[in-house]
């Protein structure tokens, strides 16, 4: 089977170069040898703007246009809006069944924006099981990879666990439970006992130090055979016949793009160059960009690791022009606008057809109509396939 992949983003508002360097760049490549699905998360951008959707459809018609903008083709990719698959909402909800609280809590984006976005109320349910309606949209197409950028590593990790616990309550050899039973009952009355709970402290918190306690306790129980070893390692870890898929997290060589002030480029933090922005803006905006604060004076020698410009030169420019910013910054050779010019140009450069593809879309929009409904009808057959199996396997009567 031809290997799928599956990503998305929120509507939040114009695209910028952290999302293009990535996880575009990366769509754009995947697109010609693999199948590919790409979806505008109508839904998630609900978990934190509930409370004002009226830029929302706005949004969703402007990314769409950014994508085709950066180079996403229609012909090789299907491009679709979330909401128009009610699917990932059936497999969400079915998925909640197994997915226990505390996988949800210790998510590390979700304490976190709890308290940087303190202005909103987001101790709601639906912000709470954002990560697993993150994984109902990758897993209901059986992707086997998620071009992201780094922050979304650890949502994808959360995936593949759920994917491993849902295979394990509905994919299970039969008769799985018994046998297991029994290996439990060879291992001495203590050990069995030890056993189950670290097993359910496992299951539960992800704790490694419970597995590794486990798995130690298995390999030293003399009582048992290589099959019951096996099967315990199972029951640990909940494996079972793979209805679901796991899937992998494929980062670019810039997984986390620097925005104008050195931190993370995102919309949050204002600090961003949108894919869309005037030449005349990307240069008054990279200009004003601090340098090494020990640059006091232009004849101040600097380090460019201490810069954020050096940053953007290891994308943008070339070996020789990035020995010239070396020599010339650790000397004082050249000021920090002489070193400023040649990302100003790259970006310019690399910006500039994306305006112009833009144009045409922006020109038509009734065709960026037609891809999404194209790319949602696409989407669609592949989730109706997986939810046939998911709700066979958990027992739901067909029609
Ligand atoms: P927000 O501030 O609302 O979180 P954002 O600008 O961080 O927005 P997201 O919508 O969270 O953007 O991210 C969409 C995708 O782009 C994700 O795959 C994310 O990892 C990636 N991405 C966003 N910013 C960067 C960045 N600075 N570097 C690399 N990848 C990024
Ligand atoms: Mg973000």
Redo the contacts with the bound molecule.
Sequence with gaps: MKERVV?G??P?GQL?L??Y???IKNWVRMQHELDCLFFVADWHALTTHYDNPQQLAENTWDMIIDWLAAGVDPEKASIFIQSRVPEHAELHLLLSMVTPLAWLERVPTYKDQIEKLKDKDLTTYGFLGYPLLQAADVLVYRATQVP?????APHIEMMREIARRFNYFYGREPGFEEKVAAAVKKLSGKDGKRFVELRSQFQTTGSAEARTEALALIAAAGSLGAQDRERLQGHLDGTGRSILTEPATVLTE????P?LDGG?????YGNTIMLREQPADVAAKVKKMPTDPARVRRTDAGNPENCPVWQFHKIYSDAPTREWVVKGCTTAGIGCIECKQPVIDGIVREITPMHERAMQYIAKPQLVREIAEAGSARARAVATETMREVREVMGIAAA
Excluded at 148 to 152: A, K, P, W
Excluded at 254 to 257: D, F, Q
Excluded at 264 to 268: R, Y
């Design positions: 990503s983003m929120r939040t910028h952290g999302h360097h990535g996880a992201v950028g780094e922050d979304q810039t997984p986390k793009l925005g993370k480029m995102s919309k949050s």
